[in-house]
């Protein structure tokens, strides 16, 4: 057992090392899953920037926080831009009708005014002929009635009306026949009377021509007034975004080009970050790799000085337990070798009593043991 021991004198001297080397392999073991994860990360990082589309944006870092904080600010104008052409586009649609509508009405309303007045002269004209007509009429009524003085009325003979001895129409009267002049009259009646109908209904055409005309003009002054409004805020809001813009015109295509841009800005910050993490997982991956390769010399230098090599990493485990073994039984061995050197201590007074033979015998063995 004294030869077991001391051709394995070594376990004694780095057993006690044993613990550390433990401690040691175990942060080993934990830095390289540390490492593999960061190396898994850069190549992550790596894949997703090579991905990322080109671009021809080149900022700094800061000066692309301010282009996407500008971006921010403004897209709620952008946005606000596009409600209002989408008022004040159907409102100037509405005025251009309103105005179309006006310059008719106008027109029509001068032309209702020409016919009105035109049916006015007519009715007027033929009112008095009417009026003319029915004086006729009640004449030739009167002179019907005066039938037995016609009859009585003689050339050469005073009248008995007018006292005239001369009767140039005696020979009309007694011709007289009242039916020509009354038809006259009565188409007249019927004519003059169409033609007041006529008259009304030009009339009330022009009053509702008229109330026609004051509603689209007040619909378009309204529509002035809030188009006014909105295009003082329009302008103000192009000058606040530095552009100069129409609500006539393409905002769409406006509108899309800012998005494109911002896109870019937000591709270009997620291209910042990925480098930024790049480099700090780069970092990671060296500071980890260093310490596995500063930690893993000095542990080889180390167990060079007992003897002993560095495992593979798949094989720690195995070796720390195999190491483990050796110590656990050098110890035993060690315990077994100091209860045994006791005894023998304690026998040995009684060797002296012993005969020669048999003390040679014992320490025959105690040499052995």
């Known amino acids: ?22 401690a040691l392999l175990t942060q080993q073991s934990h830095d390289r899953a540390q490492l593999c994860q960061w190396q898994q990360q850069l190549m992550s990082d790596t894949r997703q920037l090579d991905a990322l589309p080109p671009l021809t944006l080149n900022l700094t870092p800061q000066a692309l926080a301010e282009a996407r ?23 100037q649609k509405r005025q251009a009708q309103l105005q179309a509508a006006i310059t008719r009405h106008h027109q029509e ?15 007027k004209t033929k009112a008095q002929e009417l009026a003319d007509v029915r004086t006729i009429c009640e004449q030739e009524a009167r002179i019907k009635d005066l039938e037995s003085q016609r009859a009585r009325l003689q050339a050469g003979q005073p009248c008995p009306l007018c006292g005239s001895t001369t009767h ?9 026949e009242l039916s020509a002049n009354q038809t006259r009259r009565d188409a007249l009646e019927k004519e003059v009377k169409t033609l007041a109908e006529e008259g009304a209904a030009l009339r009330g055409q022009l009053d509702a021509l008229a ?14 007034q809030e188009e006014q409004a909105l295009t003082e805020e329009w302008q103000t809001l192009c000058a606040t975004l530095g552009v100069q813009l129409q609500p006539q015109e393409d905002l769409a295509g406006w509108l899309t080009a800012a998005e494109e841009h911002e896109q870019q800005l937000d591709q270009l910050s ?34 060079a000085l007992y003897k002993l090599s560095l495992p593979a990493p798949e094989d720690e485990a195995s070796w720390l337990n195999d190491r483990a073994d050796e110590a656990k039984m050098w ?35 105690r040499a052995a043991g």
Not at 71 to 79: A, G
């Open 211 to 224: 109330q026609q005309l004051q509603r689209d003009e007040g619909e378009a002054q309204s529509l002035l």
């Open 270 to 303: 997620q291209r910042h970050a990925l480098q930024m993490q790049i480099t700090a997982h780069t970092e990671q991956v060296a500071c980890f790799t260093a310490q596995i390769a500063q930690r893993q010399t000095s542990l080889t230098a180390d167990l």
């Open 1 to 22: 057992m004294k030869t077991w021991l001391a051709e394995h004198d070594g376990i004694r001297v780095w057993r006690s090392e044993l613990a550390g080397w433990r």
């Open 109 to 123: 309303q001068t032309q209702y005014t020409q016919r009105l007045a035109d049916k006015r002269l007519s009715y």
């Open 69 to 91: 904080a500008l971006h921010t600010r403004q897209r709620p104008l952008r946005q606000r831009l596009a409600t209002l052409q989408g008022q004040i586009i159907p409102k």
């Open 331 to 365: 110890q035993q061995r060690q315990t077994e070798f100091a209860d045994l050197q006791t005894q023998i201590d304690r026998l040995a007074p009684l060797l002296e009593t012993l005969p020669q033979t048999d003390t040679s015998d014992l320490q025959r063995r």
């Open 168 to 176: 140039p129409a005696i020979a009309a009267y007694q011709a007289l």
